[in-house]
């Protein structure tokens, strides 16, 4: 959901001085953690007008609100939303290490041994632009994984069985065990099923 927005409305930084990209990266974070959203590794990168947002929201009225509130920043011209929402705290942890692991064996991940200040400011943005890589390409495959993994809500209807409904939504009868996994434990009994119940078909076609 990217928005577009007009450069010279909206509110501006009281501290002023902004006069580089790290500068306002900076002071968008800084006002949206003022702001005390619910969201994890938030991570914001300036070009010329464009905000991109990236991190973990806690829902949609969270992520729509940080979106809002950045492009309601004097600057802004448009913000392009890299947020991602409804995960376990399990599930932001494997994405933050596959990110990691991914970043490690990018190209240019290896330190220099030496490195005087200049160097060391370049290395920095250098493993900052290959950190955010590693993070979109993880929650891009998260995003992907959730739309392919389709869940149907099924009525049970006269005569049907598990067998019935699993291939009539995998072409598959033997599939009939994902069905009764994805509803327990709701399901006490495989043969036990009823007209007008509803169940959960995870990932159906």
């Known amino acids: ?61 969270t992520r729509e609100k940080i979106i809002v509130a950045i492009g309601n920043t004097t600057g802004v011209l448009k913000v392009k939303d890299e947020l991602v929402i409804g995960l376990t705290t399990a599930e932001k942890n494997e994405i933050r290490e596959a990110a990691a692991k991914r970043a490690a064996e990018a190209p240019g991940a290896e330190k220099p041994k030496k490195a005087g200040a200049a160097q060391a400011d370049r290395q920095k943005r250098a493993d900052q632009k290959r950190n955010r890589k590693a993070l979109r390409q993880e929650y891009k495959a998260r995003q992907k994984r959730a739309e392919e993994s389709k869940t149907v809500f099924y009525t049970v209807v006269k005569g049907d069985s598990l067998n019935k409904i699993a291939a009539k939504h995998y072409d598959d009868s033997s599939k009939w065990p994902e069905i009764f996994e994805a509803n327990q434990p709701m399901i006490k009994d495989a043969d036990l099923i009823f007209p007008g119940q509803v169940l959960r078909i995870p990932n159906a076609k």
């Open 1 to 61: 959901m990217d928005l577009d927005f007009l450069k010279e409305i909206g509110e501006a930084f009281k501290q002023g001085g902004i006069d580089s990209p790290e500068a306002m990266e900076a002071a968008l974070v800084e006002k949206i953690e003022e702001l005390k959203f619910d969201v994890d590794d938030l991570d914001i990168e300036w070009d010329e007008g464009v905000a991109t947002v990236q991190g973990m929201a806690a829902d949609q009225d």
